[in-house]
């Protein structure tokens, strides 16, 4: 009898722990209300920024945020640089596209086409030496990223405003 209730009971004594966890860990319903009441403070000491021009900042951040999108390139790119006809390292990228959200459909039907026209760009740049010394310097990755933008102008069009370079790492072999 008692191995049959030692599981409820360690059951039992378990979720009563968790709950009274959870219960303790939960922020407390104040600290909520404590940016509400900074909020208060500020325009009650007359606040520079008057409500209409608040909202339409507010308006206006919207509108910018609904203007583009990030759609990102489902895999990482693989760049062989290679070295007196061996492969000297391996470049990995992570690219997005800040893009307008009506070409949502059409970025992911010619993903394929575009993955193929970034390659050929990581690699005719690994291959002019991009990737060697300091590759990350903002200027060499300013090249890479205009080139990028051309190739997904050319095939999206002037919806796509940047190419942005989410990660990159080179590994010595």
């Known amino acids: 009898m ?15 722990v968790g709950v ?4 303790f860990l939960a922020p407390d319903q104040d600290a909520k209300a404590v940016p509400e009441t900074k909020a208060a403070a500020s325009e009650a000491a007359g606040s520079k920024t008057s409500e209409p021009e608040s909202k339409a900042k507010a308006s206006e ?3 910018k945020a609904a203007d583009f999108e990030y759609l990102k390139l489902t895999k990482q790119f693989v760049v062989p640089i290679v070295e007196d006809d061996q492969i000297a390292a391996m470049v990995t990228m992570s690219l997005s596209l800040e893009a307008n959200p009506s070409i949502t459909e059409d970025f992911y039907a010619i993903e394929p086409k575009l993955r193929d026209g970034f390659l ?4 005719d740049h690994a291959n002019s030496g991009g990737f060697d010394g300091v590759f990350t310097q903002s200027d060499n ?10 190739i997904a102008r050319k095939d999206l069009g002037n919806d796509v405003s940047q190419v942005l370079i989410m ?3 080179r590994q010595d072999t």
């Open 2 to 16: 008692i191995k049959l209730l030692t599981p409820i009971i360690c059951l039992a004594a378990g979720l009563a």
């Open 20 to 23: 009274g966890t959870a219960r």
């Open 61 to 63: 951040k919207a509108g």
């Open 120 to 123: 050929r760009v990581l690699f």
């Open 141 to 150: 990755l300013g090249v890479l990223r205009k080139s990028l933008l051309e």
């Open 167 to 169: 990660s990159v790492n």
